[in-house]
């Protein structure tokens, strides 16, 4: 793998799980990677990885759903879920596809990588 890829993807990587929004199973997948790099077991890891990204990144229409939904309200309280929803509402105008909490976003930037990660 490229040097410069490498230390973007280790970077994003690391991002990924000091934010507070990350999965235990996505720190977990990121963890393991970052433990496989540079060893045999680095590319089936790399695609474990990126299937547990995959799974874990919020939809847009996904996160508004939720965030209005009585589950998001138990979760986030009314005042918060509220502006979560508004907040996924004016981004999805503004053309985006997934989340933009930090896990959200830097799982996006890593899948940006996804085709050359798993050449």
């Not at 508004?64 to 309200?73: P, R």
């Not at 005042?79 to 830097?106: F, L, M, N």
Request: glycine content about 4%; overall charge negative; proline content about 3%.
């Amino acid at each position: 793998m490229d040097k410069d890829l490498l230390n973007y993807v280790v970077e994003k990587t690391n991002e990924l799980i000091s934010a507070p929004s990350c999965s235990s199973e996505a720190k977990e997948a990121a963890q393991n990677w970052l433990a496989a790099i540079g060893t045999d077991r680095e590319a089936a890891e790399t695609k474990k990885y990126i299937d547990e990204l995959e799974a874990d990144i919020m939809p847009i229409d996904s996160l508004i759903g939720f965030a209005e939904s009585d589950a998001g309200i138990q979760v986030f309280g009314a005042d918060t879920a509220k502006h979560i929803a508004a907040h996924a509402i004016e981004i999805k105008s503004a053309g985006e596809k997934y989340c933009d909490c930090p896990a959200c976003a830097a799982v996006a930037a890593i899948l940006n990588k996804k085709d050359i990660l798993l050449k």
